[in-house]
């Protein structure tokens, strides 16, 4: 069993939805990078997706793309993430999903992609661009290292997406809450509870619904339904005008006002 099976494990037995917080690797460095992934944790996210920075995040809206931007400029690749998680696994267990684009992965090599991140301590991998029937090769090397490959739903998902994505996956499915691009909202879709309901008996991991989830009651209202709230944008915007201490100190506030707000809804 690995990280991101135990630590949903832990969640149900407590009653709890998990809080999956995504910050993009290397903005505005790998050292701070490291820093925030602590804070994270510490403040109470569950799961932490790194966003693998790359040139064109066709996924992603204006707040993500300017984040990948800021650590591109900055000199991040993708060995120098993978550096910093084995840093980090020196003082946490958190579980550690990489999210980007499979190009960086391509030149890299998927074996030894694999290979390496699973040495350097990443639970699981989420590739936006590469949907379950052409998965099969990266899928074989983390497979055989122990990394969860996840996958996507949309609104749009049918039945037999849905039936792919729960037998080839492993750790969690992603919803994607809105057809459209990252970026925090002012409010959820009307039928997203219904859908999220319905998509998740259908499935046998754990359902996470992000895209669009920006505040405590956003957050409370998804953790009714699911198994797992992604936060990523609103905490994304802060990384624009902030810095340094009084950067992490927003950035935990954020997420303790985020988890309280989901633990107060299981609690009522």
């Known amino acids: 069993m690995g990280r991101i099976e135990d630590r949903f494990k ?11 917080t995504f910050v993009t ?6 050292a701070t990078t490291e820093q925030v992934v602590l804070e994270l944790e510490r403040a109470g996210a569950d799961l932490i997706e790194l966003g693998v920075p790359f040139s ?11 984040s990948s931007d800021r650590a591109l400029s ?11 998680v084995a840093r980090i696994r020196e003082q946490s267990q958190v579980p550690i999903v990489l999210m980007g684009y499979f190009n960086p992965i391509f030149i890299y090599g998927a074996e030894r992609f694999a290979a390496d991140a699973a040495a350097a301590g990443v639970d699981g991998l989420l590739v936006v661009d590469l949907p379950p029937e052409e998965a099969a ?5 983390t497979d055989l290292r122990g990394i969860d490959l996840i996958f996507l739903l949309t609104p749009t998902s049918d039945s037999s997406r849905i039936e792919a994505v729960s037998r080839l996956g492993s750790g969690f499915i992603y919803y994607v809450s809105v057809n459209g691009v990252t970026g925090a909202r002012s409010e959820l879709a009307d039928t997203l509870a219904a859908r999220v309901t319905e998509v998740r008996a259908a ?3 754990p359902l996470v619904v992000g895209f ?4 405590p009651s956003q957050a409370a209202k998804v953790a009714e339904v699911a198994d797992g709230v992604v936060v990523g944008s609103a905490l994304v915007k802060l990384f624009e005008n902030y810095r340094g201490a009084e950067l992490l100190q927003l950035l935990g506030g954020s997420v ?3 988890k309280q707000g989901m633990r107060a809804c299981s609690a009522g």
């Open 137 to 141: 090769e990266l899928k074989g090397a």
């Open 10 to 20: 832990a969640l149900r037995e407590r009653g709890e939805t998990a809080l999956v």
């Open 56 to 66: 064109d995040p066709m996924a992603d809206g204006p707040t993500i793309q300017l």
């Open 203 to 205: 499935l046998s991991l």
């Open 25 to 30: 690797a290397g903005d505005p460095d790998l």
């Open 212 to 215: 669009g989830i920006s505040d």
């Open 256 to 258: 303790s006002a985020l």
């Open 74 to 84: 900055s000199g991040t690749t993708l060995p120098g993430i993978l550096a910093m």
